[in-house]
């Protein structure tokens, strides 16, 4: 599980073409020995619910598979229309191979940008969209959607849709033995429409993100058709630059 967020990415059930298609250490605090996210225990005091720099790594295991477990690590950035994105480190990329896509925060709203790309002759030009808004209060709700252009040997669009709202706030929670302040609890229905075989699937992404800290725990259902598949992991580990 490696999402962008596009933000993780699925690092089982869907290959790295598709999500390239789709999307999108010094001085290190680590939570190896902490159970709090506040500055006395050695956290981060960024504000920030998923904290994004160059170095930052999230340590993932699947609750109902121990031995499936992926780094969410930032890696590097890419600059697009002025913005500085954040890109994550593809598992089992092909040699040589480069994404155009990242993960921006302005004033707790996440974008996603869809860098574009020539594969095989087939163009396809960038967007960028809203991915998650941590200043609305609970029930609230943002829609944002972005169409992508096609063209060469195929022609056509990719539209994306993504529909999200605030769950819960709570104060405290605890997975694996470690307390984390600050929790915000999301919900986010990626919908992807392809105009040229008519093609659409889901991702539900149900997101606890601790303020200061990111991620600590993702359930994602992924709807193709009549068929879906259902992952959830939780933090195990993390370290932030």
Known sequence: MQKPFNQFIMKK??????????????SCSTS????????????????????HAIGNKWNFKNI??????FVHH??????YEGKTYFQVEFLNAPE???????VREDNGIFYELHGASSQMGVNISAGTIKSINTNLSVGEEWTDHVTL???????????HTNKGKI????????????????ILKIELIKNINNSINGSSFTIKYEDWLAKGIGPVYRKTTYNYGENNEVEEYQLT???LT
């Open 167 to 182: 769950i819960e706030k709570v104060a405290s929670l605890t997975l694996n033995g470690k307390t984390y302040q600050n």
């Open 13 to 26: 059930t869907i290959s790295y073409y598709l999500i390239a298609f789709l999307t999108i250490f010094a």
């Open 32 to 51: 190896d020995d902490i159970n709090s996210n506040d500055e006395e225990n050695g956290h981060p005091t960024s504000t920030s619910y998923w904290p």
């Open 149 to 159: 252009t096609v063209s060469g040997n195929a022609s056509g669009t990719i539209t």
């Open 237 to 239: 580990s993390y370290s």
């Open 74 to 79: 930032l890696y590097k950035t890419i600059n």
């Open 64 to 69: 109902n598979d121990p031995n499936d477990s």
């Open 96 to 102: 040589n191979t480069e994404s155009t896509d990242g």
